[in-house]
Nanobody
Framework: QLQASGGGLVQTGDSLRLSCAASGRTFSTYAVAWFRQAPGKEREFVSAISWPRNSYYADSVKGRFTISRDDAKNMVYLQMNSLKPVDTAVYYC?????????????????WGQGTQVTVSS
């Protein structure tokens, strides 16, 4: 019901926009978040957008990443600028019935399959 896309191989300083497409239900009142998992590391919070539209960011991406949503299209986006090698990970989108937004994995009810982002130095 959630599908993440838009990952790829880029160089340091480049930008990417990830997309999270929801299907099967309307997610307009759900909180949607992005998490990422690097090899050998635990999945970590990146950003979340609540209903209606409060946004939250991990300190490591604040000022570089921007989350947005288009409820008419059932889409959530993550614009990633000034990418660094430490941003290399599989990025997952997730949605929660609770619309307030959370940085905790357990708060989310639906998960996408992930999209790989690789940033070369």
């Amino acid at each position: 019901q959630l599908q993440a896309s838009g990952g790829g191989l880029v160089q340091t300083g480049d930008s990417l926009r990830l997309s999270c497409a929801a299907s099967g239900r309307t997610f307009s009142t759900y909180a949607v978040a992005w998490f990422r998992q690097a090899p050998g590391k635990e999945r970590e919070f990146v950003s979340a957008i609540s209903w209606p539209r409060n946004s939250y960011y991990a300190d490591s991406v604040k000022g570089r990443f921007t989350i947005s949503r288009d409820d008419a299209k059932n889409m959530v986006y993550l614009q990633m600028n000034s990418l660094k090698p430490v941003d290399t990970a599989v990025y997952y989108c997730a949605a929660a019935h609770y619309g307030g937004g959370s940085k905790f994995i357990t708060a989310y009810d639906y998960w996408g399959q992930g999209t790989q982002v690789t940033v070369s130095s």
